[in-house]
């Protein structure tokens, strides 16, 4: 009865105006400065009463306060010490009343962290003094004008109780931190009993933890007055410990059944945010605002961090967009990746075309699943302050049903993966991670069919294989270039090839260099480059553009094999995977092309290539007519057919050929092969 008739007093004074305060960061503020105050306490008193808080504690940030934080809390604290002075006037109750007045435009949980703040700073402030008096006289002074004590054993039990009175209180500010800011409440029924029982209690709370906030205050002042040199506890001192020690356990009670209430909520909206998001499929929607609602639920925060400007923002901001949701660890990718996609992305020529129709957010899971790691925790706040995307301000709150339904429903294991919502909330892509490698923001807007539709009549050319890679091709293409790409970690190979190459260029042919090594990057690639004058003289990529060359082969076949493909059907597909398979064999190779969009590659190990390029008396007139691949495919092949289509053929069962639409390529002359159906009784 006594809680409801404080609880409607309380509800009068609470007139919120929208006005937003970031209480997490708050708080951690708060227990920084009780950490290190107990380290000057335990250096005084042999005892210290907080755990260990980090501290990078960033900016505090709040939305819509028409003053400065620090204005606010200053009032708070004057507020209190004057009625801490004046206790004489008027009840208790109606003095904690006026304080909440003062802060009634404020959420529940901000008025308990902007109290908590003030009495902190004062806190801080006390023990400083203490700690620089000793060495400081300008510290020594000011200590002296406020009467802080000398002798501080004789108030220890009244210390150790105003510590563990401010952790308590702490303890179930972040109660109400969870319940008023981080959980979704939109997700429950209104009128649900749980969430009305939660928020009687935390009203309640939010009470006992400003009373017991002017209790701190005013014991802090009578430390103030005390200066006693002897050893031995007074009634005072004992009197005041057995108050802060009442309100301790009062708080500790009231954190357990506020604990357990706020479980009951998140189990609630849990089991809710579960059945909403499996009802997903089989409903229509006319943006992706629900569909981004449920996956970055929040009641008074914005869920997304812009991480270039360091900007909090709601879903709001992707409404009509094509949304990328990137999903990983905390470590993302490995950096020659994370190069080549923001290269593919923001760098690309076109993204100024489109950098305002589609967004990428960034969703980090932890590696256990559920907790985070010190290290985890570091690696996603470097990032999100340097990454280009959005990123979720706040991973950890992520809901435990939307975890279960991304990995459930869009197969996210460990290896990072890009999920396409189109405008209208609906999945369009899986996995568009290996089409944005390869395409870049070509690829938009990143569907399942867009990357079908890509790689429909595309050849493996020069032009696929290098094109976001070496800026020089655009000007190869202008000068007619041909271009081999070759690798191997074998040096005297090496150097026999550049030699060929050199006679064939001093010969007249037409042909650039480039050293690609192979996919697996070794310290002997590295040694190879910064030592070997051959690979000097072609047109060397860097180390980070050969591993982007590697990175994006490797997209190209795992986008083949995704859409179905097989290397027995798919002449790109095996050409591919005979490429990256490379390093398992000891010979060298290279792959031969034009800068022509149009021209395919030819492919060339060991000794035939070495065969090939040694002879080229015997083939060099064949050039002006047939080209450099054309003139190889001739030189390997007397009866290949270079002008028009071969006659080939090959037969393929059901099961191995290629999907409807698909085009296949001859093997023999790369020209599109006819499909022509049998029927075996």
């Excluded at 290190?36 to 504690?57: E, G, M």
């Excluded at 506890?233 to 108050?243: F, H, L, R, V």
């Excluded at 579960?274 to 943006?287: G, R, S, T």
């Excluded at 190990?605 to 450099?628: I, S």
Aim: net charge negative; charged share 20%; with cysteine.
């Amino acid at each position: 009865m006594l809680d409801d008739i404080l609880i409607k007093k309380l509800l009068l004074t609470h007139d919120p105006d929208g006005r937003w305060l970031d209480s997490e960061t708050m708080l951690q503020a708060v227990g920084s400065v009780m950490f290190h105050a107990s380290t000057i306490v335990a250096s005084n008193l042999s005892s210290a009463f907080f755990p260990i808080l980090k501290n990078d504690i960033t900016e505090i940030e709040q939305l819509d306060c028409p003053e400065p934080l620090g204005c606010i809390i200053s009032k708070i604290s004057y507020k209190i010490v004057c009625n801490c002075k004046s206790s004489a006037d008027g009840d208790l109750n109606s003095r904690i009343l006026s304080l909440f007045d003062l802060i009634k435009d404020y959420r529940w949980d901000a008025k308990v962290v902007l109290v908590l703040a003030a009495f902190a700073a004062r806190y801080g402030e006390f023990w400083q003094l203490i700690q620089l008096r000793p060495q400081n006289t300008l510290a020594d002074s000011i200590a002296r004008i406020k009467q802080l004590p000398f002798n501080l054993r004789p108030l220890r039990p009244q210390i150790k109780a105003l510590s563990l009175l401010v952790k308590t209180m702490m303890e179930v500010a972040m109660c109400i931190i969870e319940f008023e800011s981080f959980l979704p409440h939109q997700h429950l029924e209104l009128g649900n009993e749980t969430v009305t029982a939660t928020k009687s209690l935390v009203y309640v709370a939010v009470y006992w933890i400003i009373r017991s906030s002017f209790a701190c205050f005013c014991q802090l002042m009578d430390l103030r007055t005390k200066n006693k040199h002897d050893q031995v506890y007074s009634d005072s001192t004992i009197i005041a410990a057995w108050e802060l020690s009442s309100l301790a356990y009062r708080l500790g009670s009231i954190c357990n059944i506020l604990r357990a209430q706020v479980d009951l909520c998140h189990q609630e909206i849990e089991r809710n945010v579960q059945d909403k998001l499996l009802n997903l499929a089989d409903e229509v929607h006319i943006d992706n605002q629900k569909v981004l609602n449920l996956l970055f639920p929040s009641k008074n925060y914005l869920p997304l961090k812009d991480c270039s400007k360091n900007v909090k923002l709601g879903v709001t901001n992707l409404k009509d967009k094509i949304v990328l949701l990137l999903i990983s660890k905390p470590k993302l990718l490995a950096l020659e990746e994370l190069l080549l996609l923001v290269q593919q992305t923001c760098d690309h020529p076109l993204n100024e075309r489109f950098k305002d129709s589609y967004e990428i957010v960034w969703i980090p899971f932890p590696s256990s699943g559920t907790s985070w790691t010190d290290a985890e925790q570091s690696s996603f706040e470097f990032l999100s302050n340097s990454l280009p995307w959005y990123a979720v301000w706040k991973p950890r709150l992520l809901s435990s049903a939307v975890a279960k339904y991304i990995k459930d429903k869009w197969n996210y294991r460990d290896d990072p993966v890009i999920v396409t919502l189109d405008s209208n909330g609906t999945v369009a892509n899986c996995n568009a991670l290996d089409m944005i490698m390869i395409w870049g923001v070509r690829a938009y807007p990143f569907s399942a069919s867009k990357e079908a539709e890509l790689w429909e009549d595309q050849n493996l050319t020069m032009q696929l294989l290098l094109g976001d890679i070496n800026p020089l091709l655009a000007y190869w293409v202008e000068k007619g270039k041909n271009i081999c790409i070759y690798g191997s970690e074998n040096l005297p190979w090496i150097q026999q090839f550049s030699d060929c190459i050199t006679k064939l260029k001093q010969q007249g042919l037409q042909l650039e260099t480039i050293y690609v090594g192979h996919s697996n990057f070794t310290e002997q690639i590295k040694n190879i480059m910064s030592s070997s004058t051959e690979i000097n003289e072609s047109s060397q990529l860097s180390f980070t553009k050969m591993q982007l060359f590697w990175i994006r082969l490797a997209s190209m076949r795992r986008s083949k094999l995704r859409l179905g493909k097989t290397p027995s059907s798919d002449q790109v597909l095996a050409e591919l995977s005979a490429m990256l398979d490379m390093n398992d064999k000891k010979e060298g190779w290279a792959v031969i092309g034009s800068c022509c969009k149009e021209d395919n590659i030819i492919r060339l190990q060991g000794m035939v290539l070495m065969d090939f390029l040694g002879r080229f008396d015997e083939w060099g007139e064949d050039l002006e007519r047939f080209g450099l691949v054309g003139t190889a495919r001739k030189f390997l092949d007397p009866n290949f057919v270079v002008e028009g289509p071969c006659n080939h053929s090959y037969m393929v069962s059901s099961s191995e050929g290629s999907t409807q639409g698909s085009v296949v390529t001859c093997p023999v002359c790369n020209c599109p092969m006819k499909k022509f159906v049998v029927y075996q009784p």
